[in-house]
């Protein structure tokens, strides 16, 4: 199985990096989690075929986590796609997505698509299956707008991934990401403590609960960006691949 991090960056594209989304893939799934403003350019850019992705898992609606579906959507119908596809995340999508879309390209979220266009709740705590990729989510917290905030725990092909999202520490990071075979985790700063966001000094003092076989730090600031030659965790950078 192949996780390609498409874009790592935040909301304010530090360090020139592309909004958030991971594309996961192998003989039998494919997957993208999120899709932030800027993720359609970074998958053309990175050549990753949009017609074979059946799954489009979101952890919030923040736009560099969220806002990429308008594009996605109309890109799907211009090139006449015909599969389908599922977007799954948090209560609400439904309302958020045609908003977003009517916002962004007017009646376009009437548009009758070539292709089936499931939009799927997720709710913290229940598994859900997705063809071969099994997904529970786990609430996190992330501030008052933009939610409900999911962090995912991934199992496919008898691997998993595990993502926080955007969250400030809570427990539930334990049981979302113990013993992952990955584990993408919000460093948004080096050792500041701020509300709504992680940072590596936070998430470095649960790791011996967490114990993830593998940690990839995302969603960082310019203060990480600054040190990434001496962080000792292995950072994620936009089109990085990982194999499990
Ligand atoms: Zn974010
Ligand atoms: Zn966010």
């Known amino acids: 199985m192949q996780v390609r991090f498409v874009g790592c960056g935040d909301a304010f594209g530090s360090g020139g990096r592309f909004n958030t989304c991971f594309h996961v893939s192998s003989e039998n799934v494919n997957f993208l989690i ?41 890109d799907a119908q211009f090139t006449r796609r015909t599969r389908p596809l599922v977007i799954a995340g948090p209560d609400g999508i439904e309302t958020r ?5 009517e916002v962004m390209f007017e009646h376009s979220s009437k548009t009758e698509q070539r292709f089936d266009l499931s939009v799927v709740v997720l709710k913290p705590d229940e598994t859900r299956a997705f063809g071969a990729v099994n997904v529970t989510p786990f609430p ?12 995912y725990r991934i199992e496919a092909e008898g691997r998993v991934v595990a993502y926080s999202a955007d969250t400030e520490w809570t427990e539930t990071l334990i049981p979302a990401a113990r013993d992952a075979d990955l584990f993408i985790a919000e460093a948004y700063y ?47 950078s936009d089109g990085m691949v990982v194999e499990l």
């Open 97 to 101: 997505l045609t908003q977003a879309m």
């Open 140 to 151: 996190v917290v992330h501030g008052a707008s933009g939610g409900p905030f999911l962090a």
């Open 34 to 74: 999120d899709c932030g403003a800027s993720s359609l350019p970074a998958l053309k850019q990175q050549d990753i075929a949009r017609d074979d992705i059946d799954l489009v898992l979101i952890t919030h609606f923040h736009g560099d986590h969220f806002a990429g579906l308008p594009f996605l959507l109309l």
């Open 190 to 236: 080096y050792d500041r403590i701020v509300k709504n966001h992680l940072s590596l000094k936070t998430l470095e003092a649960h790791l011996p609960e967490i114990k993830p076989k593998r940690l990839i730090l995302t969603h960082m600031s310019d203060d990480m960006l600054a040190r990434l030659d001496r962080l000792g965790y292995m950072a994620a």
